[in-house]
T-cell receptor
Framework: AQSVTQPDIHITVSEGASLELRCNYS??????LFWYVQSPGQGLQLLLK??????LVQGIKGFEAEFKRSQSSFNLRKPSVHWSDAAEYFC??????????FGTGTSLTVIP | DGGITQSPKYLFRKEGQNVTLSCEQN?????MYWYRQDPGQGLRLIYY???????QKGDIAEGYSVSREKKESFPLTVTSAQKNPTAFYLC????????????FGDGTRLSIL
C-alpha cells in the first residue's frame, strides 16, 4: 500500500540557517512525488514535483528536493531559511489512479 | 486568474443540521477532491471525482455526500450523521493522471455551535 512518512512533526531553525525536511514513501512503482507548503488558514501551495529524470529538482521560493530511490526518500532542502518560510510542509505521493497520499506534515518555526 | 474558490471561509453547524460546502474551479480540470484536515493528521480523502456524474469514496466518506453535476463544481454536504464535523475542509482539482499536481482552494473551517 502507498504511504508517506514525515518523521519530524516540528522543526525549529534560525533565520539564515539551512533546512532539510525528511520524507519517506512506500510505493510499488515509480513514484510521483510532491512537496506542498501551507500557511495558517490557507490551502496548500505546490513547491515542487518529481516524476523522473534528474533526481535533484528545483522548486519555487528557493526550495529543492532530492529523490533517492535506494532510501525511498524525497527530502526537501533550502540553503538559507527566511522568516516567511515558517509554515506547515507536506510531502505527497501520487498514484496512477489519481489519488494522492499525504504525509502528516512538518511544522517549521523560524527564529530570528 | 484561474483557480479554486471555496465558500464560505467559515461555517457553523447546529446539531442535526446538514451543511453544504461549495467548491468551484475554472482550471478546466477533470478531477476534483475533498479532504478533511485535523491537527496532526495531515489530509484525509473524503471523496473524489474524475468525471462529471461520477465520484468515489475516499478513506473517510461516512457522514458526507457529494455531487458532480458540472465539471466546474463539486459541493460537499456534511450530514447530521457526521458526529465530529469540526475540521478544516480543503477542495482540490487536477488533470487526470497520477503525475498531475493537485491545486487547492483556501479551505472552509467548519465548527459546531
Amino acid at each position: 500500500a502507498q504511504s508517506v512518512t514525515q518523521p519530524d512533526i516540528h522543526i525549529t531553525v534560525s533565520e539564515g540557517a539551512s533546512l532539510e525536511l525528511r520524507c519517506n514513501y512506500s510505493y510499488g512503482a515509480t513514484p510521483y512525488l510532491f512537496w506542498y507548503v501551507q500557511s495558517p488558514g490557507q490551502g496548500l501551495q505546490l513547491l515542487l514535483k518529481y516524476f523522473s529524470g534528474d533526481t535533484l529538482v528545483q522548486g519555487i521560493k528557493g526550495f529543492e528536493a532530492e529523490f533517492k530511490r535506494s532510501q525511498s526518500s524525497f527530502n526537501l532542502r533550502k540553503p538559507s531559511v527566511h522568516w516567511s518560510d515558517a509554515a506547515e510542509y507536506f510531502c505527497a505521493v501520487g498514484s496512477s489512479g489519481n489519488q494522492f497520499y499525504f504525509g502528516t506534515g512538518t511544522s517549521l518555526t523560524v527564529i530570528p | 486568474d484561474g483557480g479554486i474558490t471555496q465558500s464560505p471561509k467559515y461555517l457553523f453547524r447546529k446539531e442535526g443540521q446538514n451543511v453544504t460546502l461549495s467548491c468551484e474551479q475554472n482550471l478546466n480540470h477533470d478531477a476534483m477532491y475533498w479532504y478533511r484536515q485535523d491537527p496532526g493528521q495531515g489530509l484525509r480523502l473524503i471523496y473524489y471525482s474524475q468525471i462529471v456524474n461520477d465520484f468515489q469514496k475516499g478513506d473517510i466518506a461516512e457522514g458526507y455526500s457529494v455531487s458532480r453535476e458540472k465539471k466546474e463544481s463539486f459541493p460537499l454536504t456534511v450530514t447530521s450523521a457526521q458526529k465530529n464535523p469540526t475540521a478544516f475542509y480543503l477542495c482540490a482539482s487536477s488533470m487526470v493522471g497520477g503525475r498531475q499536481p493537485q491545486h487547492f482552494g483556501d479551505g472552509t473551517r467548519l465548527s459546531i455551535l
